[in-house]
């Protein structure tokens, strides 16, 4: 029996850090190619305009800049960009641009001084054209904005459980609300960027790129610049955030990679702030028109809700983000009948992609107001509404009626956990008394599911290197998750290695063949599955190196305690160090394997989340005061980093709760382009987050590990709205939009007083 | 091109400097310390934070040939012969960081606060920290870094990072 210590499971800090804490993380921006050209855009000022003219001449003179690229002199600018649905963006917009921050003209110099001064002297004449910033209104197909597929709205689904609308004459009561999400700008601290360098006597192409897939952006840079993949290079170095917007495509990569390779140069682009706001995708901008039947005693009947996402200017991912709400509309509540038409529309707004929680939290977000809205309507406490309604552990498998079945937890047991850790008739007395002296308490109370993995694959390589390490190498990029420190503490338990001894590779092509990448909480669900497959392909292949060694019958060999001896006679044995020193002495390839891990079948974590907020009725500003979640993780292969995910994520979302929105004018300007009109949520805003765990391993993969990624952010617009109302219970505030900002919070109480 | 003098990390250099050019793009371009990060150049985020003549500024907001004579230190200047800073290792141990692109800002502000400010609570930790932005951690294993650096600084020996 093997009696190695269990790496899985441990509290380990990161292998990665060492190197980030000394100043020694190599992100994109800090390459520097030999006689590297930089990269700066002029970018259009209109939401919708003609181009008329640009002229160049002016800044191509400029001293420094070595070339000013538009649409109109080269003729590659104007294809779509690959990976991109029905409406391809040009690499550089050609006659019309669609959104302000849409790349007009390239310009390359010696470095971003000179390019930018170059960037300022491009002269482009513009004809503004209707804009369009509203989904409702842009549905309406009075102004065609890409008039080859004929509609704005690019995608409409709709989708009927049980007996669909009609359940809802079944129902004692329909509650009807629209409910709105405001658009968020996920803005990671590294803004996105690439380098590219190019080698013109093997034609190959070699791209650091801060991106969430490394495979994927080779296959489209292979597109782009028309090599074979295999010529192709792609590396992600360390990445300083995603949260899903570096994962596809954009012009910026189709314009390094095609002019470093037409110019035979290294080229650069790291963007800026300011590029960030304007040009890295979007999310959450939604409308519903939501109607929930229930019976008497708040028993769920029927879900009807009709929805408007703002796409923006192209499709970018958004149909998936409007799909993925659909799917998560039921929440963690049992629904029986349901109807939902999903209209995902072009407005001119920077485009939409999956964002962190990617539907998730828009789904939570509706049916969690709901049912406050429906327990205040209908005179019951919004606890008891939802324990009557949680699905129950002996309902599983649960089919929710939007294409997910839940399989595992115990989701009222958790919710009373919650309660019991809250103390709910303690706080109602306390906001009582402080309500008495002029101060406002809300608690707010959510549950989600977390839907993770689900489709694909995601494999493992494995090499035993000669010192007798072993070099795991996965295409599932990170981009500070501590993949490194995972991946490794699964592999070392498989191997029965000492963790120090395995050495992850993430991000870079020419380590492993195929990937898929790191989004929607799935690095350790499927590269976690297949380290263990690869490392006992490793130990299968290495038992018959050993047989060989030993002189002995494979099936005699046995692995134990990282030791390889032959059954019956201990005293021979051999390590993997040993196995190593053997293979570099014969010469031959290095011991490797390599397996994939596909699987269709999702996991479902689960949360009960509660925020006790203090709101100042003078400033509308709201304090967190107390946070708290009981949560299923799965099986946890480091508890340290799975909290920093839950937290990480629970604090983002609190953001888009009460301070991040992207205002936009009439004429599709966006207004908040700063950190400072921009608010991140900073340390003093940030409460300490308390996480209880109750962990239901997922029946769904070997490992039984679960998504944790987006476990913190899916309830955040939904518990806080629901806690601010709860502030103002007696004057029965309703809020509708998130975030609640100190505006929006004091225009719904001006309107309830004038009501 | 004027000259100027600037000490980084006990080093003295004489560098031309355009006029325009920001200490921050000096130091990552022509000193090749990229370990300063620049978040938004517009002052906010506070990833480009450095210690000049040994108070924390935002290299991004600060012109180089300003900088003249200054001694400065980064990131880069923390650890002294292998030996890492007890902040930098208490960032490690509480992990305080995911992809790492705030920290080095972090570690810059929070070296100087607990040499100001040696037995700090949690909301004068957070007070002192509301200068830099994280997107990834939510702060609260930052705050439990600095909370453990302190106690292992008022423990240990002397931690002063000025340069003479
Ligand atoms: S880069 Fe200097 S404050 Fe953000
Ligand atoms: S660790 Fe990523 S921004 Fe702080």
Redesign the interface.
Same mark, same amino acid.
């Not at chain 2, 830099?132 to 705050?143: D, E, M, P, S």
């Given at each position: 029996m093997a009696v190695h210590e269990s790496w899985i499971g441990k509290a380990l800090p990161r292998v990665e850090d060492r190197a980030l804490i000394q100043g020694q993380g190599q992100y994109v921006s800090d390459i520097r190619f030999d006689g590297q050209w930089v990269m700066a855009l002029v970018r259009s000022p209109h939401a919708h305009a003609r181009i008329t003219r640009i002229d160049t001449e002016a800044a191509a003179a400029l001293e420094g800049v070595r070339a000013v690229i538009t649409a109109r002199d080269m003729e590659a600018m104007r294809r779509g960009l690959p990976e991109s649905g029905p409406v391809a963006p040009p690499a550089l917009a050609y006659e019309e641009v669609f959104y302000v921050g849409e790349p007009v003209a390239a310009v390359l110099a010696d470095n971003r001084y000179l390019a930018e001064d170059g960037a300022d002297l491009v002269q482009v004449h513009y004809e503004p054209l209707p804009v369009l910033t509203s989904a409702e209104q842009a549905a309406k197909d009075e102004v065609i904005l890409h008039p080859s597929i004929g509609s704005n709205v690019f995608d409409a689904f709709h989708i009927t459980s049980g007996d669909g609308r009609e359940a809802l004459k079944q129902a004692d009561h329909i509650i009807r609300a629209t409910l709105q999400m405001g658009r968020v700008s996920p803005q990671p601290m590294e803004p996105r960027a690439i380098a590219a360098s190019y080698n013109p006597v093997d034609q190959t192409l070699v791209v650091y790129h801060a991106t969430q897939s490394v495979h994927r952006a080779q296959e489209r840079i292979a597109e782009i610049t028309g090599l074979d993949k295999d010529h192709v290079r792609v590396i992600a170095p360390e990445v300083g955030g995603g949260f899903g917007v570096k994962n596809g495509s954009y012009p910026e990569e189709a314009l390094v990679t095609y002019l470093a390779k037409h110019f035979k140069r290294p080229i650069k682009w790291a963007g800026d702030r300011f590029e960030e706001f304007l040009s890295t995708s979007q999310e959450r901008e939604q409308t519903h028109h939501v109607e929930l039947g229930l019976n008497k005693d708040g028993t769920i009947v029927a879900l009807v809700d009709t929805y408007y996402q703002d796409n923006g200017a192209y499709p970018g991912g958004g149909a998936m983000v409007s799909r993925n709400t659909a799917r998560n509309l039921p929440g963690p509540y049992r629904i029986p009948h349901m109807h939902i038409d999903g209209y995902t529309v072009f407005t001119n707004k920077v485009m939409q992609r999956p964002y962190r929680g990617a539907g998730r939290p828009q789904g939570h977000y509706i049916i969690e107001r709901m049912l406050d809205r429906a327990a205040d309507e209908l005179g019951l406490d919004r606890v008891d509404i939802r324990m009557k309604n949680l699905i129950r552990p002996d309902e599983f498998p649960h089919r929710t009626g939007t294409d997910s079945v839940y399989d595992s937890g115990d989701y009222p047991a958790d919710f009373s956990d919650l309660l019991e850790l809250i103390d709910v008739p303690a706080f109602r007395r306390r906001q009582q008394e402080e309500r008495q002296k002029g101060i406002r308490l809300g608690l707010g109370l959510s549950n989600c599911v977390e839907i993770s993995a689900g489709f694909g694959f995601e494999g493992v390589r494995l090499t035993l290197m000669e010192d007798g390490r072993v070099m795991l190498a996965t295409g599932a990029t990170g981009q500070g998750q501590g993949h490194r420190t995972a991946l490794a503490q699964i592999a070392a338990d498989a191997l029965q290695l000492p963790v120090e001894r395995i050495v992850v590779m993430e991000g870079d092509t020419a380590r492993i063949d195929k990937g898929i990448g790191t989004f929607g909480s799935r690095t350790i669900i499927m590269a976690g599955n297949a380290a263990t497959m690869a490392s006992e392909g490793l130990v299968a292949k290495a038992k018959e190196m050993a047989a060989t060694l030993l002189e002995a019958a494979v099936d005699d060999v046995v692995f134990s305690e990282g030791q390889f001896s032959v059954q019956g006679v201990p005293s021979v044995s051999m390590d993997w160090t040993a196995l190593a020193e053997r293979v570099a002495q014969t010469g031959e390839t290095p011991l490797s394997h390599e397996d994939v891990f596909s699987s269709g079948v999702a996991t479902y974590g689960f949360g009960s989340h509660a925020a006790i907020v203090r709101v100042d009725e003078k400033t509308g500003e709201t304090r967190i005061e107390r946070y708290v979640i009981v949560h299923d993780t799965g099986k946890v292969v480091n508890p340290l980093l799975a909290n920093g995910q839950v937290i990480g994520g629970t604090v983002q979302g609190l953001g888009s709760a009460l301070y991040e929105e992207m205002i936009f004018n009439e004429d599709g300007q966006p207004l908040t382009t700063s950190f400072l009109d921009y608010r991140l949520p900073g340390a003093t805003e940030s409460p300490d987050i308390e996480i209880h765990h109750r962990d239901y391993p997922a029946p769904g993969n070997p490992a039984g590990y679960k998504g944790v990624g987006e476990a913190g952010i899916i309830p955040s617009q939904a518990i806080i709205l629901s806690a601010v109302e709860d502030a103002f219970n007696d004057r029965g505030l309703k809020l509708d939009f998130a975030p609640v900002t100190p505006a929006r919070l004091f225009q719904a109480l001006t309107r309830e007083e004038t009501k | 091109m004027p000259n100027i003098t600037l000490t980084v990390n006990g080093t003295q250099h004489h560098l031309d400097v355009?006029p /325009?050019?920001l200490l921050a793009?000096v130091l /990552?371009?022509q000193l090749n !310390?990229?370990? @300063?990060? !620049?978040?938004?150049? $517009?002052g906010?985020?506070g *990833?480009c934070t450095i210690l000049l003549n040994g108070r924390p500024a935002r290299s991004c907001l600060t012109l180089a040939v300003t900088a003249d004579g200054a001694d400065i230190v @980064?990131?880069?200047g923390? *650890?002294k012969d292998g030996e890492?800073h007890p902040v930098?290792e208490a +960032?490690? $141990?509480e992990?305080a960081? $995911?992809?790492? +692109?705030?920290?080095?800002g972090f !570690?810059m502000t929070s070296v100087h606060f607990l040499n100001e400010n040696p037995n700090p609570t949690?909301?004068e &930790? /957070?007070?002192a920290?509301?200068g830099? !932005?994280? /997107?990834?951690?939510?702060?609260?294993? &930052?705050?439990n870094a600095v909370e453990r650096a302190a106690e292992t600084m008022r423990k240990g020996a002397n931690h002063a990072i000025s340069q003479d």
């Open positions: - | 355009e /325009r050019w793009d /990552r371009e !310390l990229t370990g @300063t990060h !620049l978040g938004c150049e $517009q906010v985020c *990833a @980064t990131v880069e923390l *650890a890492l930098q +960032f490690w $141990q992990h960081l $995911q992809c790492g +692109f705030c920290t080095p !570690l949690r909301p &930790i /957070r007070e920290l509301s830099n !932005l994280c /997107r990834c951690t939510g702060y609260q294993h &930052i705050v």
